[in-house]
């Protein structure tokens, strides 16, 4: 199985009381996970992430038992897009992100429930278990570090573009996940 689209039967019976665990309703910006003990990182680019991001990612999903996951729109808008279950497997990202869940806020889960990651245009906000965390931020060269610099590079590109309202989202963003602009 590489993708598998899922009913809403199946969703509602499989997933949803995972979702329901794992995100918050409301604004991004206001913190999308329902544990607010959950560390958070940044990561560029929505759904089209950097490579060794996907390939970190993956890695700690299948630490915490996660083999699949599930990929669905955030608010609802479009019913006629059902949630998806997918493989960790790049081809199958990629074709899910060529669909309307490239284009709106999704929410991206295991069952494991260790874990969740909202992406939105441009950025993703990952959460998770302090060990969760750990494994991914392992598994990337440079962790945190090479995520910081990565997330201050694309905010200060948008910035360019959207002025003022860029650096005031950019800078919710940093203060929601605890990175500070000058600690670096």
């Known amino acids: 199985m590489m993708r598998k689209t899922l009913t809403r039967e199946q969703y509602a019976r499989q ?4 979702h329901d665990a794992v995100f918050r309703a409301g604004p991004v910006e206001e913190g999308p996970f329902a544990n607010p003990r959950w560390r958070m990182v940044l990561l560029t680019g929505g759904l089209l992430l950097d490579p060794d991001v996907f390939a970190a990612l993956a890695a700690a999903a299948r630490q915490h ?7 669905l729109d955030r608010d609802g ?3 006629e897009d059902p949630p998806v279950l997918l493989a960790w497997d790049p081809h199958a990202w990629d074709e899910a992100r060529c669909t309307v869940l490239g284009h709106v806020d999704t929410d991206v889960f295991g069952a494991s429930g260790a874990w969740g990651m909202v992406a939105s245009d441009g950025f993703a906000v990952l959460g998770g278990e302090a060990s969760f965390l750990a494994a991914f931020e392992g598994a990337l060269t440079g962790g945190q570090r090479v995520l910081r610099e990565r997330f201050a590079e694309a905010a200060g590109n948008g910035i360019d573009f959207f002025g003022e ?5 950019a800078a919710r963003l940093m203060a929601m996940v605890g990175w500070d602009e000058d600690d670096g």
């Open 65 to 71: 038992g996660d083999h699949e996951v599930v990929v």
């Open 15 to 18: 997933y949803q009381p995972r």
């Open 165 to 169: 309202a860029g650096r005031r989202h």
């Open 77 to 79: 808008h479009f019913p």
